[in-house]
């Protein structure tokens, strides 16, 4: 029989129940949200069997908070991580429950960690980081400055970059070049293509008329997400930029690029392809809040005094 894997174990047949609804709930997903999703089913999985515990039969609330404690305490997982980790786990739950395994969520009452989120980090590069960038990428090769591009000046996710392939880009709509692609939740979308892109893209295919349009500089193969990282590192880098940079913040030098612009929120959401507006609003609000901060007036205020 030929082997499959499950939660990231190689199997030659699902043996347990646990297994069972774990495939069950990964069905429910697909490309790197079930890559993802299996990430997290794995540790719990493997916390399990290391204190002989069963993940689904008899599991208690009790155990899975011990598990978040592992998570916390001898992984050293940031608060985010964890709180990551155990959404995962409570939709497994969730869905053991649906599926009649069990018969209440063990996980429905799990302390979740507090995450706070500073919105200021949420702005990525400013306008002249990301044309600095911009330039390097040109300057670099092809297919660096499509890489750029797609997530620069589109805002496109790193993995939606790096799934574009030639074909995906050659429909004329409305007058306009257009890239079809098939975004995050399996969400079709159709972007227009402004004419530096379009040129950037044009010259990453070369002759090329069909096939991944991404190659990386050494080997010739597709571009994925690490060596797609490791090309944003290498060109801010090279642009000067001291501070840590991923694709994803590309995604968001977009989002405050086109609100700096003034695009209006509602374009910017459907832009982003953000389903929920708050999302955007989010960085509307990191724009300014420097600007705006009373430390300014504060300071002001008691310049006659001091």
């Known amino acids: 029989m030929q082997k499959t894997t499950l939660i990231g174990v190689p199997k030659t047949r699902i043996t347990t129940t646990a297994e069972l609804a774990a495939a069950g709930y990964l069905a429910r997903y697909r490309g790197s949200t079930r890559e993802t999703y299996k990430v997290s089913l794995k540790l719990l999985f493997n916390w399990c069997a290391g204190i002989g515990a069963d993940p689904l039969e008899g599991m208690r609330r009790p155990v899975l908070e011990l598990f978040a404690r592992h998570l916390e305490e001898e992984r050293h997982n940031s608060p985010a991580t964890v709180a990551h980790h155990l959404s995962i786990v409570r939709g497994y739950?969730?869905?053991?429950?649906?599926?009649?395994?069990?018969?209440?969520?063990?996980?429905?009452?799990?302390?979740?960690?507090?995450?706070?989120i500073d919105e200021?980090?949420?702005?990525?590069?400013?306008?002249?980081?990301l044309g600095a960038v911009i330039q390097c990428?040109?300057?670099?090769?092809?297919?660096?400055?499509?890489?750029?591009?797609?997530?620069?000046?589109?805002?496109?996710?790193?993995?939606?970059?790096?799934?574009v392939r030639i074909e995906d880009y050659q429909d004329i709509e409305r007058g306009h070049r257009v890239l079809r692609l098939v975004g995050k939740g399996g969400k079709p979308a159709t972007i227009p293509l402004p004419v530096?892109?379009?040129?950037?893209?044009?010259?990453?295919?070369?002759?090329?008329?069909?096939?991944?349009?991404?190659?990386?500089?050494?080997?010739?193969?597709p571009v994925n997400r690490k060596s797609a990282a490791l090309t944003v590192q290498r060109l801010c880098r090279k642009a000067g930029i001291k501070k840590n940079v991923t694709p994803h913040g590309l995604r968001h030098s977009f989002v405050t690029a086109a609100l700096d612009?003034?695009?209006?929120?509602?374009?910017?959401?459907?832009?982003?392809?953000?389903?929920?507006?708050?999302?955007?609003?989010?960085?509307?609000?990191?724009?300014?809040?420097?600007?705006?901060?009373?430390?300014?007036?504060?300071?002001?205020?008691?310049?006659?005094?001091?």
Do not use: W
């Not at 980090?121 to 980081?129: K, Q, V």
């Not at 040109?138 to 797609?150: C, F, G, V």
């Open 196 to 221: 530096p892109v379009l040129r950037a893209l044009d010259a990453a295919a070369g002759e090329r008329a069909s096939g991944p349009l991404l190659l990386r500089n050494k080997g010739g193969g």
């Open 93 to 116: 739950y969730s869905f053991a429950e649906i599926d009649g395994y069990i018969e209440r969520s063990p996980a429905a009452h799990i302390r979740m960690p507090r995450v706070f």
């Open 137 to 163: 990428a040109r300057a670099s090769s092809p297919s660096d400055n499509a890489l750029i591009a797609l997530m620069g000046m589109l805002g496109l996710r790193v993995s939606e970059a790096c799934a």
């Open 120 to 129: 200021s980090r949420a702005m990525g590069l400013d306008r002249m980081e």
């Open 261 to 306: 612009a003034g695009v209006p929120l509602r374009d910017v959401q459907i832009a982003a392809r953000h389903s929920d507006p708050r999302i955007t609003a989010r960085y509307d609000r990191a724009r300014h809040n420097h600007d705006r901060h009373a430390s300014h007036v504060v300071a002001a205020f008691l310049a006659g005094a001091a």
